[in-house]
């Protein structure tokens, strides 16, 4: 019987059941694209962040007490290296696939033909890779300084240009100089020298602009010093710090087994950090503070937006069935009083509207979980020029917002429908 | 003891009395209609017997239990064992065939039982429209329907609210005769009405004005039929006024 019932309601009052599916759909469309962007932004964001640099810095362990002495970042090292032949490993730490990219650096001094004192730093560019574990990859500061302006030539290309002798100048040097691209600057190091083809000028807004970049190879032949770098700038993608990783980060021991694991499997930059320094030889690794600060604190602003479009759009779903519902119940009010006339409780009522109500809901739900999935990836592919990945947790979410939303909107008809008077609605009060 | 008992009942709306100081007795078995001019009270009376409303002030008893401080879930559920409604504007569910209409009411006294529901349309002669709609159905038939949703649940009392004011003579006589039948069969019927010819079959007839009983009339030639002109042949006396 119960369920005639439902089967007629919803074939008779299949237009406005029809309305409130679909303002049920809208809202929970627009709640499963901002969950579904929501949960994916961390990684899309970060993604979109990491274009403004690397987040951590490997130095030596001797360099990085001095810095810590002395307060300095990026100071000079002291002597001591860090190994080339180590890079590869850092693909293998259990957050591999969150770093990004990363480069190695080694800072010489060199000497011009005019006895020009220069910075000369030997990096990869767009180094070529095959890691132990078989993926091969392309990191360099080509892509980790993309920011970087090439004001004449083009970036230097390490792959075809293989022990070439090739060089890439920042533009105050090369206004100081007087050289433009095509030039060859003969630079002589501690152990070596060299002349080097100019392919491009950078203008990097800092430091790098007075500083020669040549691969790190010959870097390190200028000075003697093969197989050694002074520093690596990794990009990787980390979660937002919070109090257990501020906690770990500053005393290990502090913290329970299972809050030591759940840190460790977690890739906040601390984290990411410290498998780093379980990998590399007596390095640090340290989060580049400003920026994985700020990371964290767009992340932060782009969630909050999201959960504000989020419940406004519930609310706004909440009021439309409110007032679909209203109306429904209001055209249905002899019915229902003569449900209550005949014997029906106010329970048995309520729960006949209800399940009417929530059985449109799912339809509704349903229909606008994957409408919202379609936004999201319309959203993904404007924002962050790629495709959101749906996140389980969204469905189990969305459901519970749905019934949630569609129970507030349900409440005033639910109570009009208690407050209704059978006597008043079949004939005259009096 | 009567079935039903109203003692010196009042409903006060403001500054209006729509009952005012009613005191009367329905014994088992019995036929009763209530009649009134419009305003005269006939529906709040209805409602208060009918357990869908409340009285100000008095009691009301059903089989000695005083019902009128009874709370409204406690109403509905003594309205539901005891009372069999019939409206003037019959109240089917429109998207429920005539037996699922019947079965309705099952389906809030106890459980629906299809058989039973096809044997009260049976009763009122529909056993052959069970399966149509309201809208597929005459006024006539409809009111059937209603009659049959009413007694479906064997009630103590059948409550019906002007049962003939939308039907033709035609319907209207066998509505009469069904309500004969019901009475013959033992049932307890107070009908409201504002039609004499219909309330001259009862029993006993009421007559409401402004709120008060203002007249008991006795049809002691009571042979329960349908008569259409014919008022001038019953003998009525006029117990008071």
Same mark, same amino acid.
């Given at each position: 019987?119960?369920?005639?019932?439902?089967?007629?309601?919803?074939?008779?009052?299949?237009?406005?059941?029809?309305?409130?599916? +679909?303002?049920?759909?809208?809202?929970?469309?627009?709640?499963?694209?901002?969950?579904?962007?929501?949960?994916?932004?961390?990684?899309?964001?970060?993604?979109e962040l990491k274009t403004y640099g690397a987040n951590i810095t490997v130095v030596p362990k001797s360099a990085s007490v001095l810095n810590d002495i002395y307060e300095v970042e990026g100071g000079e090292t002291t002597g001591a290296y860090l190994r080339e032949d180590e890079l590869g490993k850092i693909?293998?730490?259990?957050?591999?696939?969150?770093?990004?990219?990363?480069?190695?650096?080694?800072?010489?001094?060199?000497?011009?033909?005019?006895?020009?004192?220069?910075?000369?730093?030997?990096?990869?560019?767009?180094?070529?890779?095959?890691?132990?574990?078989?993926? *091969?990859?392309?990191?360099?500061?080509?892509?980790?300084? &993309?920011?970087?302006?090439?004001?004449?030539?083009?970036?230097?290309?390490?792959?075809?240009?293989?022990?070439?002798?090739?060089?890439?100048?920042?533009?105050?040097?090369?206004?100081?100089?007087?050289? &433009?691209?095509?030039?060859?600057?003969?630079?002589?190091?501690?152990?070596?020298?060299?002349?080097?083809? #100019?392919?491009?000028?950078?203008?990097?807004?800092?430091?790098?602009?007075?500083?020669? +970049?040549?691969?790190?190879?010959?870097?390190?032949?200028?000075?003697?010093?093969?197989?050694?770098?002074?520093?690596?700038?990794?990009?990787?993608?980390?979660?937002?710090?919070?109090?257990?990783?501020?906690?770990?980060?500053?005393?290990?021991?502090?913290?329970?087994?299972?809050?030591?694991?759940?840190?460790?499997?977690?890739?906040?930059?601390? $984290?990411?950090?410290?498998?780093?320094?379980?990998?590399?030889?007596?390095?640090?690794?340290?989060?580049?503070?400003?920026?994985?600060?700020?990371?964290?604190?767009?992340?932060?602003?782009?969630?909050?937006?999201?959960?504000?479009?989020?419940?406004?759009?519930?609310?706004?779903?909440?009021?439309?069935?409110?007032?679909?519902?209203?109306?429904?119940?209001?055209?249905?009010?002899?019915?229902?009083?003569?449900?209550?006339?005949?014997?029906?409780?106010?329970?048995? #009522?309520?729960?006949?509207?209800?399940?009417?109500?929530?059985?449109?809901?799912?339809?509704?739900? @349903?229909?606008? +979980?994957?409408?919202?999935?379609?936004?999201?990836?319309?959203?993904?592919?404007?924002?962050?020029?790629?495709?959101?990945?749906?996140?389980?947790?969204?469905?189990?979410?969305?459901?519970?917002?749905?019934?949630?939303?569609?129970?507030?909107?349900?409440?005033?008809?639910?109570?009009?429908?208690?407050?209704?008077?059978?006597?008043?609605?079949?004939?005259?009060?009096? | 003891?009567?079935?039903? /008992?109203?003692?010196?009942?009042?409903?006060?709306?403001?500054?209006?009395?729509?009952?005012?100081?009613?005191?009367?007795? @329905? /014994?088992?078995? *019995?036929?009763? $209609?209530?009649?009134?001019?419009?305003? $005269?009270?006939?529906?709040?009376?209805?409602?208060?017997?009918?357990?869908?409303?409340?009285?100000?002030?008095?009691?009301?008893?059903?089989?000695?239990?005083?019902?009128?401080?009874?709370?409204?879930?406690?109403?509905?559920? #003594?309205?539901?064992?005891?009372?069999?409604? #019939?409206?003037?504007?019959?109240?089917? @569910?429109?998207?429920?065939?005539?037996?699922?209409?019947?079965?309705?009411?099952?389906?809030?006294? $106890?459980?629906?039982?299809?058989?039973?529901?096809?044997?009260?349309?049976?009763?009122?002669?529909?056993?052959?429209?069970?399966?149509?709609?309201? &809208?597929?159905?005459?006024?006539?038939?409809?009111?059937?329907?209603?009659?049959?949703?009413?007694?479906?649940?064997?009630?103590?009392?059948?409550?019906?609210?002007?049962?003939?004011?939308?039907?033709?003579?035609?319907?209207?006589?066998?509505?009469?005769?069904? +309500?004969?039948?019901?009475?013959?069969?033992?049932?307890?019927?107070?009908?409201?009405?504002?039609?004499?010819?219909?309330?001259?079959?009862?029993?006993?007839?009421? @007559?409401?004005?402004?709120?008060?009983?203002?007249?008991?009339?006795?049809?002691?030639?009571?042979?329960?039929?349908?008569?259409?002109? /014919?008022?001038?042949?019953?003998?009525?006396?006029?117990?008071?006024?």
């Open positions: 019987m119960f369920g005639r019932m439902i089967r007629g309601t919803l074939l008779r009052q299949w237009k406005k059941m029809l309305m409130i599916a +679909f303002t049920i759909a809208l809202g929970a469309s627009l709640a499963s694209a901002m969950l579904s962007v929501m949960l994916d932004v961390e990684d899309k964001v970060n993604q693909k293998t730490i259990f957050w591999a696939f969150n770093i990004v990219d990363y480069a190695p650096f080694v800072n010489v001094k060199g000497t011009l033909e005019d006895g020009t004192d220069v910075s000369v730093v030997g990096s990869w560019f767009n180094h070529h890779m095959e890691l132990p574990t078989g993926e *091969e990859l392309d990191a360099g500061i080509a892509s980790l300084r &993309s920011w970087w302006e090439i004001e004449s030539g083009e970036w230097l290309d390490e792959q075809s240009n293989e022990n070439a002798q090739i060089a890439m100048i920042g533009t105050s040097l090369a206004q100081k100089l007087g050289v &433009s691209v095509g030039d060859t600057l003969h630079i002589k190091g501690s152990a070596s020298d060299g002349d080097f083809h #100019i392919t491009g000028i950078f203008d990097a807004g800092g430091d790098e602009d007075d500083q020669i +970049f040549v691969p790190l190879n010959t870097a390190q032949a200028l000075a003697n010093l093969d197989g050694c770098i002074d520093s690596i700038e990794v990009s990787a993608l980390t979660t937002p710090e919070n109090e257990l990783a501020i906690k770990v980060a500053q005393d290990p021991s502090s913290v329970t087994v299972s809050q030591y694991e759940l840190w460790y499997c977690t890739a906040y930059a601390s $984290s990411i950090c410290y498998q780093i320094q379980e990998v590399i030889t007596d390095s640090v690794a340290s989060p580049v503070r400003q920026v994985a600060d700020s990371e964290g604190a767009i992340l932060e602003k782009t969630k909050l937006l999201m959960i504000l479009i989020t419940i406004l759009s519930l609310i706004g779903a909440a009021l439309g069935i409110c007032n679909l519902v209203t109306a429904s119940v209001m055209e249905r009010s002899s019915e229902i009083g003569l449900m209550k006339a005949i014997g029906a409780q106010n329970g048995a #009522i309520s729960g006949l509207v209800l399940t009417e109500i929530f059985i449109t809901a799912i339809f509704g739900g @349903v229909i606008g +979980f994957f409408a919202g999935f379609g936004f999201a990836q319309i959203i993904g592919q404007t924002v962050f020029n790629s495709a959101i990945t749906l996140k389980p947790m969204v469905i189990p979410i969305v459901s519970i917002l749905v019934v949630l939303v569609t129970l507030a909107g349900s409440i005033p008809a639910i109570r009009m429908l208690l407050r209704l008077r059978p006597a008043e609605v079949l004939h005259g009060g009096r | 003891m009567s079935l039903l /008992e109203l003692r010196n009942i009042y409903k006060i709306y403001g500054e209006l009395h729509a009952l005012d100081d009613v005191s009367l007795k @329905v /014994e088992k078995g *019995e036929w009763v $209609s209530i009649m009134g001019p419009s305003g $005269s009270g006939k529906s709040t009376m209805m409602n208060i017997i009918g357990c869908m409303d409340k009285p100000s002030k008095g009691e009301v008893l059903l089989d000695g239990v005083d019902i009128s401080k009874e709370s409204s879930r406690n109403l509905t559920t #003594i309205r539901r064992d005891k009372i069999g409604l #019939i409206f003037q504007q019959f109240h089917l @569910v429109n998207y429920l065939t005539a037996v699922e209409n019947v079965m309705l009411a099952q389906y809030y006294h $106890s459980i629906p039982d299809e058989k039973e529901a096809l044997e009260a349309l049976d009763r009122v002669g529909l056993a052959d429209r069970a399966k149509h709609l309201p &809208s597929q159905l005459s006024g006539g038939e409809q009111q059937r329907v209603c009659v049959a949703r009413a007694l479906i649940n064997y009630p103590e009392i059948i409550l019906a609210d002007e049962p003939t004011g939308n039907l033709d003579e035609a319907n209207e006589e066998i509505v009469v005769d069904l +309500f004969h039948k019901l009475h013959n069969e033992g049932t307890t019927l107070i009908v409201v009405t504002h039609d004499p010819e219909v309330a001259e079959v009862a029993q006993r007839t009421l @007559v409401l004005r402004s709120g008060r009983l203002a007249k008991e009339i006795v049809n002691k030639n009571f042979t329960g039929k349908i008569h259409f002109d /014919e008022g001038d042949a019953f003998r009525k006396e006029e117990i008071h006024e």
